[in-house]
């Protein structure tokens, strides 16, 4: 299988077997799925949209909603949602009031207790990029470095 990528800023939400793949440094990849089949992944690029409605991918705060949302309209199983994430790198060095990552981290992890969605794994933080496959139906993510992979979670 062929896996569909998604760009920065962006997220998909499959009921099929499909296989979502991006890469991160700052940002963080979340995926999330139910266990029934249905699951989607985004690529978080910052924390909060503070009142922008454009690019909803682009933002914690309303990337993960929209993907819930969606998942609703598919029949998900809200009450078994899963996520794993993986990223939020300190990509450069930087005053911790600027480290995005660690922010990006911060902010996906508190929206997720908000809807009840538990965290089952992570790979976050260090100073390196990620490329994540994330498959929807299985909830498997695979994470990898230089082609390497670094975690299966």
């Known amino acids: 299988m062929t896996p569909v990528r998604v760009k920065m800023a962006e997220y998909i939400v ?3 077997d499909s296989i979502l793949k991006t890469t991160v440094g700052s940002c963080v ?3 999330i799925y139910d266990g029934n089949g249905i699951g989607g992944l985004a690529h978080i690029m910052l924390p909060e949209c503070n009142g922008r409605t454009d690019l909803v991918g682009k933002f914690a705060d309303t990337a993960i909603p929209a ?8 029949n998900a199983d809200i009450s078994r ?18 480290a995005i990552g660690e922010r990006n981290i911060e902010k996906v992890k508190k929206i997720l207790r908000k809807f009840g969605i538990k965290l ?5 933080g260090k100073n390196h990029g990620r490329t994540v496959e994330f498959h929807t139906s299985s909830g498997r ?8 992979i670094i975690a299966e979670l």
Request: hydrophobic letters at 45%; aromatic letters at 2%; a positive charge.
């Open 67 to 74: 993907m819930v949302r969606e998942m609703e309209k598919m």
């Open 81 to 98: 949602l899963r996520a794993k994430i993986a990223g939020g790198a300190q990509m450069f060095t930087l005053p911790s009031s600027l």
């Open 141 to 148: 993510m695979v994470v990898k470095r230089s082609e390497k």
């Open 29 to 31: 990849a979340i995926g």
């Open 120 to 124: 089952i794994a992570e790979d976050t």
């Open 14 to 16: 499959s009921n099929s």
